[in-house]
């Protein structure tokens, strides 16, 4: 039991000091992880498929929306960005579609609803 209690203590500070059971407006941000590179180079496929046209590209384009997509599912409130400059990961799939979308066939309404045409 006494071994316990200095346990404790230490999880709960450990915790703590992780950010963890914090305010519910704290934003994960993305900048740094292992998927960063992932959403550069998703970004970076749909705009080559404007730049490029072809085949190729336009593969590549819809499958890094298509990753993209998965990771704003998955972490929608996330941020990714330069510190000051920071947007959501709803954010940036909504601007890299209204941007680029349409090299791919995908377009996003008013209401935040996408469409492949």
Known sequence: MRLLLPLAAIISLAL???GC???????????GTPAAIHIVKDVEAMANACKNP?????????????NLAKITSIHPNATF?????EVTMRQLL????EKTGHCIGVSVDANGRYHVE
Not at 54 to 66: L, N
Not at 94 to 97: A, G
């Open 54 to 66: 072809s085949k190729k590209s336009h593969q590549a384009g819809v499958a890094g929306y298509a």
């Open 16 to 18: 703590a000091a992780a």
């Open 21 to 31: 059971g914090g305010e519910e407006n704290t934003l994960e941000s993305l900048a």
């Open 81 to 85: 960005g330069p510190e000051d400059t």
């Open 94 to 97: 909504r601007r890299s579609v």
